[in-house]
Structure formats: C-alpha cells, structure tokens
T-cell receptor, first 113, second 117 residues
C-alpha cells in the first residue's frame, strides 16, 4: 500500500551540482505532478505529465527538467543546482477521470549550498 | 488568471473551540474545490472535496466545508478542535478550462492552525 514514493527524502547539494529526484506511484495513475513548497508560498507546479512519454511546463519550470519514460515513474532533474532551488519538493499523481484528487508523496527536502 | 486566497496565514485556537479557515477563489465558472491537510514533515492528505450537489461537504476528522458560489468561497469549519488538528491546511481549486480540456489545480498559500491546550 505504498501510494506515491519519493526518493531521496533529504539531500544537500553544492551550487552547480546536478541531481535527479524520483517519484514512483503504484496506483496506475495517468497524471503525475511535481510541486515545490516554500514558506508562505503554498505549492507551485513545476512540471506535470498526462501520460507516459508526455510532459508539460507548470508555473515555475525554469531550471528543471522532467521525464516520464514509464507510467509509474516521474523524474525531476536539476541540471545545475542554485540556492534558489532550496525547497521541499512534492510529487503527486491522480487518475484520468475528472475531479480525481491528487495523491501526494512525503516530499524531498533539498538544500543547495 | 485563476487564484486562490486563504485569508489567514495563521490561526491559533484553544482546544475544543470552533474554528473556521477561510478560502476564496477568483472565478465563478465551473470549479472543483478541495481542502488538504499537511502534518509536520509529511505530504498533503485530502480532507474533503466539493464536486457538485449539496453545498455542504463533510470530510475526515470532523471537518466540513461550505461552497458558496455567489461569494466564490469554500470555508473550512470544525465545531470543536483537538490538539491533533494542529497542521497546515491548503485550499485548492481546479478549473475546467475548456470542454474536454485539461484541469489545473491551484493551491492557496496555506493556513497554519495551532491548537493550544
């Protein structure tokens, strides 16, 4: 009964380093999302995917790339990390039917020094 | 642009007191409305949702919310809170952009509810 699993849970990077955050869901959901959460800002959508092999930009996509090679996985990449990308990152998924609520992972805390 | 406003960033209350967390959104066109709760160091959990029908929606943990189309509001209420309700609460609105088109879920900035003994 895993739901949405994010790895890693914590990570500290130096400016300029790259890394990939992994999101995996076992609910056979079509739609997947990456958000970032910053104090007082709520959740802001970075990128999303409506199916395997398709991705689209959200509200704050700059500095991030994503891939959805398999239906159950959605990867978020930082090519050259910047301190402004210090945040908590959440992945979510939901079914294709309208009105489906999104299911969230527990988040990845990322610090860029 | 669609927006969601949570009018209070922090709400302190005493245990067993009633509470109302306010949420307003910018558009009166077809919307779906959600409240999520986030406990410390966890992800968001769905508290309740309004899709259609009765404007009073009941959720988990004794929470309820009322959809008011004319005021474009979706306020969350609980008649008697517990210490365990201390968390951050997010209102989210999904707009139907076009017939058969995609939906976008927009979150408010959150309200931190602190229940004191």
């Amino acid at each position: 009964n895993a739901g949405v699993t994010q790895t890693p849970k914590f990570r500290v990077l130096k400016t300029g380093q790259s890394m990939t955050l992994l999101c995996a869901q076992d609910m056979n959901h079509e739609y997947m999302y990456w958000y970032r959460q910053d104090p007082g800002m709520g959740l802001r959508l970075i990128h999303y995917s409506v199916g395997e092999g398709t991705t689209a930009k959200g509200e704050v996509p700059d500095g991030y790339n994503v891939s959805r090679l398999k239906k159950q996985n959605f990867l978020l990449g930082l090519e050259s990390a910047a301190p402004s990308q210090t945040s908590v990152y959440f992945c979510a998924s939901c079914g294709r039917r309208r009105n489906q609520p999104q299911h969230f992972g527990d988040g990845t805390r990322l610090s860029i020094l | 642009a669609q927006s969601v406003t949570q009018l209070d960033s922090q709400v302190p209350v005493f245990e067993e007191a009633p509470v109302e967390l306010r949420c307003n959104y910018s558009s009166s066109v077809s919307v779906y409305l959600f409240w999520y709760v986030q406990y410390p160091n966890q992800g968001l959990q769905l508290l309740l949702k309004y899709l259609s029908g009765s404007t009073l929606v009941k959720g988990i943990n004794g929470f309820e919310a009322e959809f008011n189309k004319s005021q474009t509001s979706f306020h969350l209420r609980k008649p008697s809170v517990h210490i365990s309700d201390t968390a951050e609460y997010f209102c989210a609105v999904s707009w139907i952009l076009t017939q058969g088109g995609s939906e976008k879920l927009v979150f408010g900035k959150g309200t931190k509810l602190t229940v004191n003994p």
